[in-house]
């Protein structure tokens, strides 16, 4: 039986190696989605855009909240908010789909040509375009009302490249695990569920008293979503030594999921 090298270095080869495959596959994905509806992509811009002033609406109008108890305006919030939900919004399509990547795909389990391991950065990319999208959404809504962005939107993707890394480590354990536990996936529509209110999207983590603001930072969503709004709406440049650290961290996560993927995959084709 073939082995399947789990090295490091065989995780980005196989995106290099199989990139125009993989290009071919998130365009599909990403239209698929889409496919015989009237407006076509037209929705992935319309969904955020209806999202945000739902939000808008809900929480500064309804709840009459403001971002840490402030005097902020009514858009902040909803432009606050909406940062942390674009990034939480990746992380969840990419995580709720992984269990079903494999299960979802037989035929490819049984055409060794196929390469199994780039389903996870089909995934990611397809969920790293709604992002984009939802990000020109606010992009949009925050030049009406503040005008120019801050400079330091330009630095985002030193934030997303992290959070990229940490998702493909996750969906490649959780793609392997899918396939041999078949609960997995209403599990993490669970979990996912739970996480995102323990995340700060709808309030800032010193918001928390400080006895439980580090349980807090136990979420390796909070960096990241707290590292993108300064970055994208308060104009602040990250502290280079926390990202320099979460780079090293979610590098290591994603050559764990991707060994545990490759040493695993010998026995999709007999579960599946």
Known sequence: ?????????????????????IKASTKREVLGRYRGSALGL???????????AVYTFVFSVVFKARWGGGEGSKVEFALVLFAGLMVFNFFAECVNRAPSLIVGNPNFVKKVIFPLEILPFIAVFAALYHFVVSLAVWLLA???FFGVPHITILLLPLALI???????GLSWALASLGVFLRDVAQLIGTLTTVLMFLSPIFYPASALPEAYQHILYLNPMTAVIEMVRDLIYWGVMPDWTLLSIYFVAMVLVAWGGFAWFQKTRKGFADVL
């Open 142 to 144: 925050y030049m009406v």
């Open 1 to 21: 039986m073939r082995d399947f090298s789990a090295s490091p270095v065989e995780m980005f080869a196989s995106l290099w190696r199989n990139r125009e495959l």
């Open 42 to 52: 037209l929705w992935s811009f319309a969904n955020p855009l209806f999202m945000l």
């Open 162 to 168: 992290p959070l990229a890394l940490f998702v493909l």
